[in-house]
């Protein structure tokens, strides 16, 4: 596609549900990149991937959260037993190589909201 | 690992008049820099981002900025802002080596840029 493009836009869940987002990034693009950002704070990496395989997970912040991007383009990051403090952003990027130089591109987002 | 400081959290400013967005980092190795604008209800761009050669960079929309090496600085200037600049501005570092952690961004707590008519 033109762009990454993330969804939902807006997730609404009750406490204790799990939570499956959305990342296409653009088409060809071998890197994929996963941030939260809370309110009123810059983005916070959370997990990358180049091709399918997860380069580095270390920022996940327990084992709630994980991800997969199993053909190597759409990736899903899924939070199960939600907690009102995983209410934030979720901004997806994706890169036509590992490395800044490259630059990214990133999507509009997902705002979660638990509540 | 990296952290970025943006000095202030908002910047009220009138049309036409010069801007100066601070950025400030923390690195033991050599650091890419980056400059991203977040306009409402859409994604983070990138506005310039430094690599490596001349410490002055031009971005999109008459931005640059200016690294600093001793003063591990990266501020953004506009000479001559308008209403449309209004946005949230990130900085973000990148350590430059190489690793499972290339790519990874560390950014600030971004800087509310409000332009007045």
């Known amino acids: 596609g033109a762009g990454v493009s993330q969804s939902p836009r807006y997730k609404v869940t009750k406490r204790g549900q799990d939570v499956a987002l959305r990342c296409d990034p653009i088409s060809g693009h071998v890197s994929l990149y996963w941030y939260r950002q809370a309110l009123g704070q810059g983005p916070e990496f959370l997990t990358y991937?180049?091709?399918?395989?997860?380069?580095?997970k270390s920022g996940l912040p327990n084992d709630r959260f994980s991800a997969e991007r199993p053909e190597g383009s759409i990736s899903t990051l899924t939070i199960q037993r939600t907690e009102q403090r995983d209410s934030a952003m979720y901004r997806c990027?994706?890169?036509?190589?590992?490395?800044?130089?490259?630059?990214?591109?990133f999507g509009s987002g997902t705002r979660l909201t638990v509540v | 690992a990296q952290s970025v400081t943006q000095l202030d959290s908002q910047v009220p400013v009138f049309e036409e008049a010069p801007v100066e967005l601070r950025c400030n980092y923390s690195s033991s190795v050599s650091v890419y820099l980056f400059w991203y604008v977040q306009y409402p209800n859409q994604g983070l761009q990138l506005l310039l981002k430094?690599?490596?050669?001349?410490?002055l960079v031009k971005g999109i929309n008459g931005f640059e900025a200016e690294f600093n090496k001793s003063q591990t600085s990266f501020h953004l200037r506009k000479p001559s802002v308008h209403i449309s600049d209004t946005a949230e501005y990130f900085c973000a570092v990148s350590g430059a080596g190489g690793g499972s952690t290339l790519g990874r961004l560390y950014f600030g707590r971004g800087t509310q840029l409000t332009v007045w008519p």
């Open positions: 991937f180049n091709y399918e395989a997860q380069q580095d």
């Open positions: 990027a994706s890169s036509p190589d590992r490395g800044p130089n490259y630059g990214y591109t």
């Open positions: 430094y690599l490596s050669g001349s410490t």
